[in-house]
């Protein structure tokens, strides 16, 4: 049974960071399309960040672009989301999502309906 398990996430104050790991058993993460995701409570699940499965093509939600950096390492087979300038907003359970290698476009690799596979979250709080 494939399964993502994302790590990384805890209480952090307001400009601290954190880095959040996404890796996988039965599935090997180089051969996908990697993103996060978020959700708030009462709020829709909302596009983080996502790193293609070739050519490691990034692509950035605009509420964390120039903070937030998504990157892979192949080796150990997990994908990394690191999270600095963290501000309140930023508050929500972080989802890791795999969909297996194709061409996508960007609005394509936004939605979440693109992802076949999810991971269960980790949670992040950022205090004021």
């Known amino acids: 049974q494939v399964q993502l398990v994302e790590s990384g996430g805890g209480l952090v104050q307001a400009g601290g960071s954190l880095r959040l790991s996404c890796s996988a058993s039965?599935?090997?993460?180089?051969?996908?399309?990697i993103g996060w995701f978020r959700q708030a409570p009462g709020q829709e699940r909302e596009f983080v960040a996502v790193i293609s499965w070739i050519g490691a093509y990034t692509y950035y939600g605009d509420s964390v672009k120039g903070r937030f950096t998504i990157s892979r390492d192949n080796g150990k087979n997990t994908v990394y989301l690191q999270m600095n300038s963290l501000k309140p907003e930023d508050t929500a359970v972080y989802y890791c999502?795999?969909?297996?290698?194709?061409?996508?476009?960007?609005?394509?690799?936004?939605?979440?309906?693109?992802?076949?596979?999810w991971g269960q979250g980790t949670q992040v709080a950022v205090s004021s």
């Open positions: 999502a795999a969909v297996f290698g194709t061409f996508l476009t960007r609005q394509a690799m936004g939605a979440p309906g693109t992802y076949r596979y």
């Open positions: 039965r599935l090997p993460l180089s051969n996908y399309t």
